[in-house]
């Protein structure tokens, strides 16, 4: 038996042998998520553990492979994944009067986002799968990782994105050559087309939503924040939801971490959605497992899930950690932009609505001011211009090519 033990679903508990299923459970269907169970003992037997990781020189997340499905032959892409620098704002800490915050910037990804860590897994375990093209349903982070993880092992690329999906987004899509369909209607319209293309063509559908690969890259998130926060570990770990992956992955990640004892706790996980699209921020509030899908609203669009597809894993992550989930406005996500960018850090509106999130579970009491935090900050701000020049609050100024035009300017600006 190899590493991988079974696949097991969330929702009826079913097993599956490693290759039985490619998505969901057969026998709850769409909604029964597989996650993908591992033989630890066998994986620390062959090495695995705190010392193997000391000693691996290879800092980007395939330092992790012996905790991902795949083989160990597999090829993988040359453009190095993960390994994104953690850092303290003391500033930031203050602003939002806790004891300290840290930003783990996942904008430092190849494609600019935290979702190179589960796309790149897809595509090496699309390849391993023997499938010659892949194709996802996204608001854009995740498909446009795809597709510059699938271009490097020579998989052709199929991409449905809906018809908000920011310009930049699209246009890194383009560059890495997959083809696009912009698809007339909300996200759940490209997820739906995306699932009917995929099983009319044979292709692997990379959407997290139901494939249980994708998580498993997420959960790299997870394993690295404990390895670099081994001696400093925070009481809280804060990401922004929209399915519910990410959440869940890093979750696992530093679950896996606590089992193999590089890590000796375990923090809370503060999970912030939008107002607009906050199904399981209120199924947490009323303390149960089921949501009813909304008609997604938010300017932040990588978080405008109506319908989360790992919505499960999501809120039973939280709840075992003992964390919360949180709701933010558009203009508390906008403020958190640019309030990040007064330290110098830009993120896209989901990778700043965390730090929303923050802000306002301390005024609701859920956080304490002596709490040590760590914001997950899942995307540049770059991925969506038109909203960061929103969220700026100024304008450029145009000038003619003279002083004297910069002078005028500047005699209305008080110094
Ligand atoms: C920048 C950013 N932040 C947060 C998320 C939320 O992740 P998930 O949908 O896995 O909950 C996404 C997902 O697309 C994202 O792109
Ligand atoms: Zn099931």
Redesign the pocket.
Known sequence: MGKVQALVCVRCGRSYADGEVLYTCPSCGPTGILDVAYDYEAIAAAGFGPKSLAADPDRSHWRYRDLLPIGDGAELPPVPVGDTPVFQIPGLARALEVEEVWIKDEGRNPTG???DRASSVAAVKARELGFRTVCCA?????ASSLAGFAVQLGLETYIFVPEFAPEPKVAQLLIYGATVFVVEGSYRHAYQLCMEAADAFGWYNRS?AINPVPVEG?KTAGLEIAEQMTEQLPDWVSV????????AGIWKGLKEMHRFGVIDGLPRLLGTQAEGAAPLARAFRDGTEDWEPVEAKTLAD??A?GSPG?GLK?LRAVRESGGAFIAVSDREILDAERELGSFGVFG?P??AAGVAGIKRARREGLIAADQRLLHVL??TGLKDVKAAVRAAQQQAIHVSPSLDSVKAVLKDVPR
């Open positions: 986002s935290f979702k996204s608001t854009g982070n995740a997290a997420k922004s939801v929209g399915d519910g992956c990410t959440i990588s978080i899930v790992n999501a896209e989901a990778g899942t995307g």
